[in-house]
């Protein structure tokens, strides 16, 4: 996606970036049967990565809470309709990289 920065692992101005990037995005139309798991994923990473832009870390519960919402995304990605992929894949990549900075801090 041409709207990316690449992924630094730890790179704070590139979650800085994505997450700028992320918050200017609208919510997606149509998004299917997982619209409240997916808003209250959004929410989630949101959290997080504000915590690590603030704090430049993320503790332990954090980064299990993260871990668990990355794999939660991971396997409704494949269930998205196609208009609906460009916003799921950016915050799994927010998240991603949220978690690399944070493990660092």
């Known amino acids: 996606m041409a709207d990316m920065?690449?992924?630094?692992?730890?790179?704070?101005?590139?979650?800085?970036?994505?997450?700028?990037?992320?918050?200017?995005?609208?919510?997606?139309?149509a998004v299917g049967d997982h619209e409240g798991e997916l808003m209250t994923l959004d929410t989630v990473f949101g959290g997080c990565v504000v915590y690590v832009l603030e704090e430049r870390h993320l503790d332990p519960q954090r980064v299990t809470i993260l871990e668990d919402s990355l794999s939660e995304l991971e396997a409704l990605l494949p269930e998205l309709p196609e208009e609906a992929l460009g916003y799921f894949e950016r915050l799994k990549r927010l998240g991603m990289v949220a978690l690399a900075v944070g493990r660092q801090g």
């Open 5 to 29: 920065p690449a992924i630094h692992d730890g790179d704070q101005e590139t979650l800085a970036s994505l997450w700028e990037n992320h918050q200017a995005a609208a919510w997606p139309v």
